[in-house]
């Protein structure tokens, strides 16, 4: 059985060219439970879409964090 997944919109700073979304997309999906996530520099906005029982919003700041970025939880 599938589960279902929800979507966090996340605001993120420090994000300078489309290389800067890509590693962000790419650390980000490396965690536990990120079912895929989509950055986009124009806008300062990531959505992540995650198994809300293994990703909560604090692992996703986290990991974005760790890239180098600061990010901040807009909706679930």
């Not at 420090?14 to 800067?20: D, P």
């Not at 293994?54 to 807009?74: F, H, K, M, N, Q």
């Amino acid at each position: 059985m599938a589960r279902s997944t929800v979507t966090y919109t996340l605001t993120v700073q420090g994000m300078h060219c489309a290389s800067c979304g890509m590693l962000i997309d790419e650390t980000v999906e490396k965690v536990d439970g990120v079912v895929s996530s989509t950055t986009s520099v124009r806008t300062g906005m990531a959505k992540v879409a995650v198994d809300p029982g293994r990703c909560s919003p604090a692992d996703v700041v986290a990991a974005i964090g760790d890239a180098g970025y600061t990010a901040r939880l807009e909706r679930p």
